[in-house]
């Protein structure tokens, strides 16, 4: 049984920063991507960025330059770093690992974890 837990949300003013961590507990077997989605009410949940078990990494434009994910190995742990916060990206932020087998996505997902940028 897979299970992520998130933490790092919050409220923050415009230009401020939240470091979101994502911790996966339990067991899987194959190529596996971990990451973070967003989602604001009335809208479709996007991508915001994911790495890989290689260490590859993807980032949305309109993050890019002030979000940064990174992560532990040894802790199958998961971060992002938000830095130059916007209004635009008060949202729902869900973790998620997508193992990939041959024939076989499967997603989990974490609970959320609100991030609110006000002032």
């Known amino acids: 049984q897979v299970q992520l837990v998130e933490s790092g949300g919050g409220l923050v003013q415009p230009g401020g920063s939240l470091r979101l961590s994502c911790a996966a507990s339990?067991?899987?077997?194959?190529?596996?991507?971990m990451g973070w989605y967003r989602q604001i009410p009335g809208k479709q949940r996007e991508l915001v960025a994911g790495?890989?078990?290689?260490?590859?990494?993807n980032i949305a434009e309109s993050v890019k330059g002030r979000f940064t994910i990174s992560r532990d190995n040894a802790k199958n742990t998961v971060y992002l770093q938000m830095n130059g916060l916007k209004p635009e990206d008060t949202a729902v932020y869900y973790c998620?690992?997508?193992?990939?087998?041959?024939?076989?996505?499967?997603?989990?997902w974490g609970q959320g974890t609100q991030v609110t940028v006000s002032s």
């Open positions: 790495i890989s078990n290689g260490g590859s990494s």
């Open positions: 998620n690992l997508k193992v990939i087998r041959p024939g076989v996505t499967t997603d989990y």
């Open positions: 339990g067991s899987w077997f194959g190529a596996y991507v």
